[in-house]
Nanobody
Framework: QAQLVESGGGLVQPGGSLSLSCAAS????????MRWYRQSPGKERELVAAITTGRLPFKIYGDSVRGRFTISRDNAKNTVSLQMNSLKPEDTAVYYCNAYDTNEYWGQGTQVTVSS
């Protein structure tokens, strides 16, 4: 059974950093594009970052996080990470891990709160 489990969320002050991790199991991880989404109350779910498959994966970022966030993957460990720097209060949201190929899977989400 496919499973995605996020970790690393929490409370951080504006300007701080946080690293999220997503552990995958139950599907061929290296064949799947991995994505991070986020959703805050009253807003639609937003694509934060994505990383494709292959030896030289392609990365894309949402406009609001480009230059501050970095996505990476470790196919040997079946994990995808999101390094978040220079965090702003508007980054506050539940962050979801997503795997996409012939099927699509979602994690349960992890809360990130940026506040002083």
């Amino acid at each position: 059974q496919a499973q995605l489990v996020e970790s690393g969320g929490g409370l951080v002050q504006p300007g701080g950093s946080l690293s999220l991790s997503c552990a995958a199991s139950g599907f061929p991880f290296s064949s799947y594009t991995m994505r991070w989404y986020r959703q805050s109350p009253g807003k639609e779910r937003e694509l934060v970052a994505a990383i494709t498959t292959g030896r030289l994966p392609f990365k894309i970022y949402g406009d609001s996080v480009r230059g501050r966030f970095t996505i990476s993957r470790d196919n040997a460990k079946n994990t995808v990470s999101l390094q978040m720097n220079s965090l702003k209060p508007e980054d506050t949201a539940v962050y979801y891990c997503n795997a996409y190929d012939t099927n699509e899977y979602w994690g349960q989400g992890t809360q990130v709160t940026v506040s002083s």
